[in-house]
């Protein structure tokens, strides 16, 4: 039997599938190969979901941007591993030089870099130079990178100061416990200025146009072929100052994931994840794979649109929650590798506080439903989209919708075939409500209030949440050094969150991965990055 490692929870197994397409040819797409099912040793192919349209890393489409960007980026820092079964997450400050090989806090709260000696593989040495004009580019280009810059108090006028060739100041603004945590986001990994350039013009001085295909970083791999939306083909960096064991890959699309599975069974694949959990608990009876459920602060959600009637009243939004019986989805929909959500916080979250509404209750569900002046229920819609959170997210929608009907609340059932599509379908406010996942970026309270309750966050547009006490006591902690005091601004933001219920958490999940048997070197991570150069075979 496959090994199958999880974080604090047994699993029920699954029948077996029956297989969507023959064999070998399944592992021959995946491939790219017609003639061969089978995967060298030294190759890492990887299948997902949905691949993303653009490979820029200032062009983030969401989940399909973030999972591949770490393969080749450059960032200074990195997180530090852990083993497969932590039952906790690295914090804000359980990072390791990566691109940068000492780093230090200046008495003026800024931070001083030195770079190590690392080639691109067009040849080009990283400099001090490299790094300011790939935060240069950052605040003119990448939205979700200077929102990380914002959390971690950089200064967005200057940031980088030039020091020498391989030396430089990041200027901080102010006090933050979170000054270099966002270091280790993909897309704030160094760039190779010089190569860039090449293709660069007058009318794109940044060189988006070549970049949307290609990659230019000093990380341990380099793209080779790109068809956007279907397949990325990438080799290692010839220059890298560690070689890695996988030495070419392929990173495929592949919606279905019975057909990925039936890949991985037929030894057509390294890796996979994205799985329904039915999928996952049959892999884990599979001798020729080994299957990881390690802890993540994800959170999988109904996210009811809060600018709308009737989700704009809190009674409604209490009403959905307590109609919903997490226990039984844990269950049922993802074979017991997860744990019901208790609040807004994903219980891997520090100072993560149980909501008093997140208990299962209809007869309270209904009464609340009539004091919102629904006595006979209510009508609404919610999107998905297999790509977040995954391909169980269609038996997820069927389940809430059976939960909800027992409280006379009719909720329509709307796929939307674009990740792409869905992402901005929320972020207009387009939706009245949608099934997606979320997680914070840094496993830290006050990030994880910023990103996705503040107001003005980044994330915070799925529920279009706005409440002016929350404003004030996360802006407060994220720029409160660690402490009671900023336990307190967290604490206080949760307590209304939790109580008004501005996302509805399902079940905290796990990070998934289906590898080829014999991989080795998984770690969990915040944001469940895969750094295909720490693995093995």
């Known amino acids: 039997m496959a090994r199958s490692r999880w974080w604090g929870r047994s699993f029920v197994t699954a029948a077996l599938l029956a297989a969507a397409l023959a064999l070998a040819a399944v592992a021959g797409a995946a491939t790219g190969s017609k003639n061969s099912a089978k995967v060298a040793k030294d190759q890492f192919v990887w299948m997902l979901p949905v691949l993303p349209q653009s490979i820029d890393p200032a062009a983030y489409e969401g989940r399909q941007s973030s999972d591949i960007g770490p393969v080749w980026s450059a960032p200074l820092l990195r997180w530090k591993t852990i083993p497969a079964d932590a039952k906790a997450l690295q914090g804000p400050y359980g990072m390791e030089p990566f691109l ?34 790939t935060f240069d580019r950052i605040i003119a280009n990448d939205a979700v990178a200077r929102s990380l810059m914002a959390v971690g108090n950089m200064d967005m006028k200057s940031p980088i100061e030039i020091v020498d060739a391989k030396t430089f100041n990041l200027h901080i603004t102010g006090a933050t416990a979170l000054a270099i945590s966002p270091l280790r986001w993909y897309s704030m990994g160094i760039l190779d200025s010089v190569e860039i350039k090449k293709h660069a013009t007058d009318s794109d001085p940044w060189g988006k146009s070549w970049l949307k295909t290609n990659t230019a970083t000093f990380g341990p791999y380099k793209v080779d072929a790109f068809q956007p939306g279907t397949s990325i083909v990438f080799s290692a960096n010839p220059n890298f100052w560690a070689k890695p064991y996988f030495t070419k890959g392929v990173i495929r699309a592949i919606p279905d994931g019975g057909s990925r599975l039936q890949i991985m069974k037929s030894g057509g694949a390294t890796h996979t994840n994205y799985l329904d959990y039915s999928q996952m608990a049959d892999a884990a009876k599979d001798p020729k794979l080994e299957v990881f459920g390690g802890v993540s602060a994800n959170q999988d959600s109904l996210v009811l649109n809060n600018r709308i009637k009737p989700f704009s009243d809190v009674r409604v939004r209490q009403a959905i929650s307590m109609a919903i019986d997490r226990a039984a989805i844990v269950k049922s929909i993802y ?8 609040g807004q916080f994903a219980p891997a979250v520090p100072l993560s ?24 229920g209510l009508e609404f819609t919610a999107t998905t989209n297999v790509g977040n959170p995954g391909n169980h997210v269609n038996d997820l929608a069927v389940l809430v919708q059976s939960q909800l009907a027992k409280i006379g609340v009719k909720m329509n059932i709307q796929p939307i075939a674009s990740l792409t599509e869905h ?32 107001s003005k966050g980044l994330n915070t547009y799925p529920s279009g949440y706005v409440n002016a006490d929350v404003d004030k006591s996360t802006l407060a902690s994220i720029t409160l050094e660690p402490g009671k ?30 590898f080829a048997a014999g991989v080795k070197g998984y770690s969990p991570y915040p944001f469940d990055e895969m750094w295909i150069d720490r693995l093995s075979r």
């Open 335 to 342: 074979y017991g590798y997860g744990v019901p959500s208790t």
């Open 100 to 133: 940068a090989d000492t780093y230090k806090k200046l008495p003026s709260g800024s931070w001083q870099f030195h770079l190590r000696d690392a080639k691109s593989p067009a040849g080009n040495t990283v400099t001090s130079a490299d790094v300011k004009w």
């Open 423 to 454: 992402e901005a379908g929320q972020r207009a406010g387009k939706y009245e409500a949608a099934l997606r996942g979320w997680r914070p970026g840094i496993n830290d309270g006050a990030y994880t209030l910023f990103i996705f309750f503040y």
């Open 485 to 514: 005091r900023r336990d307190r601004a967290v604490n206080a933001a949760q307590k209304v969150i939790n109580t008004e219920v501005p996302w509805t958490p399902l079940v905290q999940t796990v990070a998934q991965h289906i």
């Open 353 to 376: 506080a149980a909501s008093t509404y997140f208990k299962y209750d209809q007869a309270a569900a209904k009464k609340l439903l009539a004091d919102a002046g629904f006595p006979n």
